[in-house]
């Protein structure tokens, strides 16, 4: 239905501009610009960001943390399997997909905890890019409560998922 459905809303979308009488290039032109725009200005803050997460990942900082906070984490219900994605995902999408397929690997989907990183993945976000991204492009300097806002309802996102999948 995808290969059906995409073509049309597009040649939808274009039918009811031109309709409209918009200068349908003209308006994809600027639009475009203004994307370079933003993506210029968010460049700086993902450079950083990058470089910072793989060497967290090389130190084996990640692993240590969630070997440090497995003990607390167990009793809210996240196994223990579970915490390396947990720990990845506010901080990278692509390297949080690849923690979910080396878990996966390991205890199976249809394991407790292969269901609950499959739900952390589905139903989380990236903290810190999302944070980048926006703050970025809306050139916030100051946000000081906006990352801790966030982590608290990442966390809370990730035991609210491990209880979903215990109660379903």
Do not use: N
């Not at 809303?9 to 308006?27: C, E, G, H, K, S």
């Not at 390297?95 to 589905?122: I, K, N």
Request: with cysteine; charged share 10%.
């Amino acid at each position: 239905m995808g290969d059906v459905l995409i073509p049309l809303l597009i040649a939808a979308t274009l039918a009811f501009a031109l309709w409209r009488r918009v200068a349908v290039y003209d308006a994809f032109a600027r639009g475009a610009a203004q994307g370079l725009a933003a993506a210029r200005s968010i460049l700086p803050f993902l450079v950083a960001m990058l470089p910072a997460l793989a060497l967290l990942q090389a130190t084996g900082a990640l692993g240590a943390l969630a070997d440090l906070l497995a003990p607390a984490l167990e009793r809210l219900g996240l196994p223990r399997s579970v915490l390396p994605l947990m720990l990845t995902r506010p901080l990278s999408g692509s390297a949080s997909l690849a923690v979910l397929e080396r878990t996966l690997d390991q205890v199976g989907p249809d394991s407790y905890p292969g269901r609950v990183a499959s739900t952390l993945m589905g139903s989380s976000e990236t903290v810190f890019y999302t944070l980048a991204l926006y703050l970025g492009a809306a050139g916030v300097r100051r946000a000081r409560h906006a990352a801790p806002a966030a982590l608290l309802a990442w966390f809370a996102g990730s035991v609210a998922a491990a209880w979903a999948c215990r109660i379903w």
